[in-house]
């Protein structure tokens, strides 16, 4: 069975930094691509984040350049996204997705999300 767990998120002020993983099982995590996600309440989701199954040249959405940056671990099945300078916009749920074609074009397991709450 197949499944994405999110976890890392939480409280921060911010100016912070918090690292969140998204642990895979159950697939053969090296085929996958793996994005990160986030919605906001009232808010449509957006991408985040993308690296590819072979892990060369992850792409971000503008909002989070420099800041986040996106890694994965095939020793430990886990992708992580590290956040730092946090700002309260950056506050959403964030969901980890897998796309089984390898490049972050679509994407067909979703994680069930974790909370990142900004502020002061």
């Known amino acids: 069975q197949l499944q994405l767990v999110e976890s890392g998120g939480g409280l921060v002020q911010p100016g912070g930094s918090l690292r969140l993983s998204c642990a895979a099982s159950g697939f053969t995590f090296d085929d996958f691509a793996i994005g990160w996600f986030r919605q906001a309440p009232g808010k449509e989701r957006e991408g985040v984040s993308c690296?590819?199954?072979?892990?060369?040249?992850?792409n971000y959405a503008d909002s989070v350049k420099g800041r986040f940056t996106i890694s994965r671990d095939s020793a430990k099945n886990t992708v992580y996204l590290q956040m730092h300078s946090l700002k309260p916009e950056d506050t959403a749920v964030y969901y980890c997705?897998?796309?089984?074609?390898?490049?972050?074009?679509?994407?067909?397991?979703w994680g069930q999300g974790t909370l990142v709450t900004v502020s002061s």
């Open positions: 997705a897998a796309d089984s074609l390898g490049y972050c074009l679509g994407y067909d397991y």
């Open positions: 690296i590819s199954s072979s892990g060369g040249s992850p």
